[in-house]
């Protein structure tokens, strides 16, 4: 079983910069990708940061220029570096996982989600 915890979320003033960080432990085969989703209060989650194929990283046009996503797979941890927050950045920030258990097994795992709060 698959365990995902983000951390650094809070609240930060506008044009401020904040850290988040997600950690993947537990017993699995592989690790596929971790990527990084969003949910504003009243609005549906949706995709901030995604590594796709060939190695590119999908962003949000909303975030493009002002977020990245880093990866330190020997702690199978995945970072997304926020800078120049918006308002309307505010949101729960929530890491998604796709694990295998096996070799032809495949599922997603979510976190529980951080609050980030961009307001003066």
């Known amino acids: 079983q698959v365990q995902v915890v983000e951390s650094g979320g809070g609240l930060v003033q506008p044009g401020g910069s904040l850290r988040l960080s997600c950690a993947a432990s537990?017993?699995?085969?592989?690790?596929?990708?971790m990527g990084w989703y969003r949910q504003a209060p009243g609005n549906e989650r949706e995709l901030v940061a995604l590594?796709?194929?060939?190695?590119?990283?999908k962003y949000a046009d909303s975030v493009k220029g002002r977020f990245t996503i880093l990866s330190d797979n020997a702690k199978n941890t995945v970072y997304l570096q926020m800078n120049s927050l918006k308002p309307e950045d505010t949101a729960v920030y929530y890491c998604?996982?796709?694990?295998?258990?096996?070799?032809?097994?495949?599922?997603?795992?979510w976190g529980q989600g951080t609050l980030v709060t961009v307001s003066s």
């Open positions: 998604n996982v796709g694990v295998s258990a096996s070799e032809f097994e495949y599922h997603e795992v």
């Open positions: 590594p796709i194929s060939g190695g590119s990283i």
């Open positions: 537990g017993s699995f085969f592989s690790i596929n990708y």
